[in-house]
């Protein structure tokens, strides 16, 4: 691949990425409603960007909360665009996000705990995505989260210094609570913890 370029998406943008894109990689119960997205977008809580390569043509995504401390960012969607995957796109557009948002201290996100896989494909499946973020710069944090019944780690990408597991985990909920009504916020989020 020639040229790429790395920008914040507009809100027109980003709902077409949502429709085209988002929706076609991300199965319907993992889908934040794209009311919520654009009520956050237009609230300053919610950023996203994409990777275009040398013909103006979509690559890669990632759609971030901002957290209410405004410190970090979490990022809630990444996705490398079906006809792009496995040639070092989503290599090169994790390695641009410290440059992007060079105004935060970092990216804190989910992983899918590995120990908790039902099926050996679904471990190995987990256990390579955290591989893909280790060489690319993600730091693996002993944070965790259990959010809808589902089991998660917390990884992130430093920018400005590296974070101990008790401000992962400060971010982690300030970034819950930014993006989820808080009439709904403790059915969602079951759990925030640091593993001993």
């Known amino acids: 691949m020639g040229q790429i370029m790395i920008r914040r998406l507009t809100a ?3 709902a077409t990425v949502y429709h085209d894109h988002l929706e076609y990689d991300f ?6 409603p794209l009311s919520s997205i654009q009520r956050l977008f237009e609230q300053g809580r919610y950023q996203t960007v994409g990777m275009f390569d040398e013909t103006d043509q979509l690559v890669a995504y990632a759609f ?3 957290s209410s401390s405004g410190k970090t960012l979490m990022m809630d969607y990444f996705a490398v665009v079906r006809d792009h995957r496995r040639c070092g796109v989503g290599s090169r557009f994790f390695r641009s996000l410290g440059e992007l948002f060079s105004e935060y201290l970092g990216i804190v996100y989910e992983v899918e705990a590995p120990e908790k ?5 679904e471990y190995v499946l ?3 995505r955290i591989g893909f973020y280790l060489r690319n710069g993600g730091c693996m944090t002993r944070v965790f989260s259990r959010v809808y019944g589902v089991d998660y780690q917390m990884m992130y990408i430093p920018i400005h210094g590296r974070w101990d597991d008790k401000f992962v985990a400060e ?6 609570r930014a993006m989820i009504p808080p009439e709904i916020y403790d059915r969602i989020i079951e759990t925030i913890g640091v593993s001993v």
């Open 27 to 32: 199965p319907p119960d993992e889908r934040r």
């Open 117 to 121: 896989a039902v099926s050996e494909d």
């Open 171 to 176: 971010e982690l909920e300030a970034a819950y």
């Open 64 to 66: 971030f909360g901002k």
């Open 126 to 128: 987990r256990q390579r």
């Open 12 to 14: 027109k943008e980003t």
